[in-house]
């Protein structure tokens, strides 16, 4: 792996090669995760798009993408520092890290370990701090009110809150999907996107409020969505003002894309284009993930009048693909 100074250039890379750029951003031809190991496997990859958010004084709600692999994962194994706090199933990929001290910065990072026993690479570093804690503090947030919601798709919905009340401060909102807590946001959002979901079933979803001390609101009055019917191609969940051009320079061309990333409950991380109907290039951002526009450009070749099909998707906070963009048409040395 290639490390380069600054950001990506314009006039991009060739296809197949990898690269890093300053740590931001790591360009993969083709999916396969990991580094190969002693005997020719490859290890499971970090897990990338880790967030921690501190739950209240003593605990830190913990997420991360899944990890794809071969033969496949077993365990997120989550540390705290440079100490493994727990073992979590593949199935799953969040955590309640509980037992903090209060007032107290932590460091959490995810490993993968695959159904052979290996161990991926560490994710990135994920800080959070916990709140002071709230002495005598017997009393629960009110319940979020005027809760809100709809369908995207047949994959995810989007939902909606009034912020809570508290005698101190609510310190984070936890979603849940019948009596299951299945999602945790900072105390300062009041929405989130739920993916990973059933075509053509009804759901039902409350919120409670958080405080410091672990006190919970009453449940929010639940919203009931139905997820559309079949398998659909998951286009509210794809990026969008996708664009496409070419450019040429020292008589080569070169795609320039450029898009606005798709509205989720966590930051984007992880891109793949498909060139002619083909995954051509992941980019996998670092902790600069781009929050709203982003762009990178690749090498196309250095004849003119060839046509290209293009579009890309973005690999969700929970780990499962959004849609596709709509597919643009290029062709080199045309404007």
């Not at 290890?43 to 004084?57: D, E, F, I, K």
């Not at 009453?218 to 659909?232: E, I, K, W, Y």
């Not at 794809?238 to 898009?259: C, E, I, M, Q, V």
Request: glycine share 12%.
């Amino acid at each position: 792996m290639r490390r380069v100074p600054g950001p990506v250039p314009r006039r991009g890379r060739a296809p197949g090669r990898v690269v890093a750029v300053c740590g931001a951003l790591a360009v993969l031809a083709g999916c396969a995760p990991g580094a190969a190991d002693d005997d020719g496997g490859a290890l499971p990859g970090a897990p990338a798009g880790v967030t921690a958010t501190a739950g209240s004084a003593t605990s830190v709600h913990v997420m991360w993408n899944a990890v794809a692999a071969r033969p496949g994962v077993r365990v997120y194994e989550v540390y705290r520092g440079g100490a493994k706090v727990t073992d979590v199933p593949a199935s799953e990929h969040m955590v309640d890290v509980t037992r903090l001290a209060p007032a107290t910065a932590y460091v959490f990072t995810v490993r993968a370990r695959d159904t052979e026993g290996r161990l991926g690479p560490p994710s990135r570093e994920a800080r959070a701090t916990t709140p002071a804690a709230a002495a005598a503090d017997r009393s629960a947030p009110t319940r979020p009110l005027d809760p809100r919601g709809r369908a995207i798709g047949s994959r995810a919905v989007q939902l909606s809150w009034s912020a809570a009340t508290d005698d101190r401060r609510v310190t984070s909102y936890d979603v849940y999907q019948g009596t299951t807590r299945i999602h945790s946001v900072g105390g300062g959002q009041t929405a989130t996107v739920v993916t990973g979901l059933r075509p053509g079933t009804r759901y039902s979803f409350t919120v409670r409020a958080r405080d410091a001390a672990d006190n919970l609101s009453p449940a929010s009055p639940p919203v009931r969505l139905t997820t559309a019917p079949g398998s659909d191609d998951g286009r509210g969940t794809a990026p969008t003002s996708f664009h496409a051009a070419t450019h040429r320079t020292d008589g080569a061309y070169y795609l320039d894309l450029d898009w606005v990333a798709p509205r989720t409950d966590g930051v984007v991380t992880e891109y793949q284009i498909q060139l002619d109907g083909r995954p051509a290039t992941s980019l996998v951002w670092g902790d600069s993930a781009p929050r709203g526009k982003a762009s990178y450009s690749f090498y196309l070749g250095r004849e003119a009048g060839e046509s290209h099909r293009v579009r890309l998707r973005a690999r969700l906070p929970d780990g499962t693909w959004g849609g596709f963009t709509p597919e643009r048409a290029v062709t080199t040395g045309r404007p």
